[in-house]
């Protein structure tokens, strides 16, 4: 079992970067490929971005491509969501998930993911 912890969340102005974090409670490397989602309220949560377990392959939903990049250190067990250009409609809680490799990946779908954190809080003022 793996526990995420997400941080780097917080308010910004529209058009500014913010970067958040997912840190692992074990080696995630060939063993998790990761995603990020995102549930504004009174919304279902969808989904932000993924990367591959190697980090080779990155995933991004089309409302967030050329804005968004999502990024893992395996090193440090770490999953980075680089955002820029924010808008307003990115405010939402986001959540980082893992889902384990060995399976099929539906990308795109929370249901594949296995380990869920608790959310970080971005909201974007206009």
């Known amino acids: 079992q793996v526990q995420l912890v997400e941080s780097g969340g917080g308010l910004v102005q529209a058009g500014g970067s913010l970067r958040v974090s997912c840190a692992a409670s074990r080696r995630t490397a060939t063993t998790y490929n990761m995603g990020w989602f995102r549930q504004a309220p009174g919304k279902q949560r969808e989904f932000v971005a993924a990367?591959?377990?190697?980090?080779?392959?990155?995933y991004y939903t089309d409302s967030v491509k050329g804005r968004f990049t999502i990024s893992r250190d395996n090193a440090l067990n770490t999953v980075y969501l680089q955002m820029n250009s924010l808008k307003p409609e990115d405010t939402a809680v986001y959540y980082c998930a893992a889902a384990r490799t060995g399976k099929a990946w539906a990308v795109r779908d929370w249901v594949s993911y296995d380990y869920w954190g608790q959310g970080t809080q971005v909201t974007v003022s206009s």
């Open positions: 990367v591959s377990y190697n980090g080779r392959n990155t």
